[in-house]
């Protein structure tokens, strides 16, 4: 787990540089009919971010006092703080952000949304920032073992709704009851300990966040995903901002610091 962190700054370091060129002609396509979002974001002196908080050590509520905290927030904190404004949070299931989004009723989604090309046909993405493996989790006590996510297809697997995970399966012909979406990652990790899965698909870092509370073990593992922050599209000038910010925290090793805050010193 550790060891795949390790090679993250390089990663993004060149997925950045190569797509920063992409960046610079979008600021010349805004519409002139329409104040562009970063323009009222900065009027109303705060943006709203969408996050889905129960996904540490990405985003998580902290108890007591309910506060939401971790990677994508620290990051969206430095974004707040590059455009001269304040950071408000906003909690929503996963599989209501893209719509959140587009509607307007947040500015950003900060919720470790893997890229995909169907997300992009909806919403526009950031540059990538981090990348994270899926994994398939059970309880220590399970005999079940894989190579592929083709063998989970004899057993009753759990997802949080609206992720590639879920999509990947969907892809393998899964449905319910075999396939299960549950709203909160919470939910998920709490219905495997309960038995009422016999596994779950998720993002990595999630093993690590909820090891401490269940007895589970990683039995499979993908190859890294990028992610990426989103917002609604024709908004190049607050993309810019976004990306800008990315760029330049791999540039001056404040995205290092995070991601040895929220993963544990990986990186050295």
């Known amino acids: 787990m550790k060891r795949e962190y390790a090679v993250l700054g390089m990663v993004i370091l060149f997925i950045v540089g190569g797509l920063i060129g992409w960046l610079i002609p979008g600021l010349f396509t805004t519409s002139p009919t329409q104040t562009p979002l970063l323009d009222q974001i900065q009027s109303r002196g705060y943006i709203n971010v ?16 309910g506060v939401i905290v971790g990677f994508d927030i620290d990051l969206s904190q430095m974004i707040a703080d590059e455009i001269g404004v304040d950071l408000q949070m906003v909690d929503m299931d996963f599989d209501s952000l893209i719509g959140g989004c587009q509607a307007g009723t947040i500015d950003m989604i900060a919720a470790a949304m893997t890229y995909t090309t169907e997300r992009a046909k909806q919403i526009d993405p950031s540059i990538t920032y981090i990348t994270s493996r899926s994994v398939v989790i059970v309880k220590n006590s399970s005999l079940l073992t894989i ?8 057993y009753t697997i759990g ?5 590639v995970m879920q999509q990947e399966l969907e892809d393998l012909g899964m449905t319910y009851p075999d396939l299960v979406a549950y709203p909160r990652a919470t ?5 495997l300990d309960l038995g009422t899965v016999d596994a779950v698909y998720v993002d990595g870092p999630i093993f690590t966040a909820y090891s401490a509370t269940y007895a589970i073990k990683i039995i499979y593992s993908s190859e890294p995903d990028p992610l990426a922050l989103w917002v609604r599209h ?24 995070l991601i040895n805050k929220w993963f544990g010193n990986v990186t050295a």
């Open 50 to 65: 969408g996050t889905s908080a129960d996904y540490p050590p990405f985003e998580n509520k902290t108890y007591p006092g």
């Open 147 to 154: 190579t592929s996510l083709d063998n989970l297809t004899d």
């Open 187 to 191: 939910d998920l990790m709490e219905n």
């Open 234 to 257: 024709g908004q190049p000038t607050l993309l810019y901002q976004i990306n800008k910010v990315i760029f330049d925290s791999y540039q001056d090793g404040s995205m290092v610091t």
């Open 159 to 163: 997802v949080q709704s609206g992720t």
